[in-house]
C-alpha cells in the first residue's frame, strides 16, 4: 500500500515563495507516475505536474510550466529520500488552494494522460497554501 503525505504548505506573501514535499512510503516512487494537484475553493481539482523515472521532462500544466519564460513552478525528486518536491515561485493569490501528490500506474504516463487525475490510484490529504495580497 502505498502513503503519500505531503508537507511544505503555509501562508506567503503575494511574489514569495514555497517548496512543497511529497514522501513516499510502501514503495518506491519510481514505481510509479508522480503528480501535483490543486483544487481551490469552490473548483475542480486541476493538474499541476508530474513526473516519472522513464523520462528526463517533466510535464507541466500549460499554465506554470517553468521551461517557459512566463513558468513559475518546477517539479522534481528525490530518490535517496523517496521524495518528490514542487518549487512555487513568485505566487499570486489565484495560487492559494489546496496541494496533493499522487501516484498513478506508469502505463498512463505520457502527454495525453499524465495530467488526467482519474489516472492516479494514491493521493495525500494535501497541504494548504495561502497567498496573500
Known amino acids: 500500500q502505498v502513503h503519500l503525505v505531503e508537507s511544505g504548505g503555509g501562508l506567503v506573501p503575494s511574489g514569495g515563495s514555497l517548496r512543497l514535499a511529497c514522501i513516499v512510503s510502501g514503495s518506491s516512487l519510481n514505481d510509479y507516475m508522480m503528480g501535483w494537484f490543486r483544487q481551490a475553493p469552490g473548483k475542480e481539482r486541476e493538474f499541476v505536474a508530474a513526473?516519472?523515472?522513464?523520462?528526463?521532462?517533466?510535464?507541466?500544466?500549460?499554465?506554470v510550466d517553468a521551461r517557459f519564460p512566463d513558468g513559475r513552478f518546477i517539479i522534481s525528486r528525490d530518490d535517496a529520500k523517496n521524495t518528490m518536491y514542487l518549487q512555487m515561485n513568485s505566487l499570486k493569490h489565484e495560487d492559494k488552494a489546496v496541494y496533493y501528490c499522487a501516484a498513478g500506474a506508469l502505463e498512463y504516463w505520457s502527454r495525453g494522460t499524465a495530467g488526467n487525475a482519474d489516472n492516479y490510484n494514491y493521493w495525500g490529504r494535501g497541504t494548504q497554501v495561502t497567498v496573500s495580497s
Open positions: 513526473l516519472t523515472w522513464r523520462d528526463v521532462l517533466p510535464y507541466y500544466a500549460n499554465t
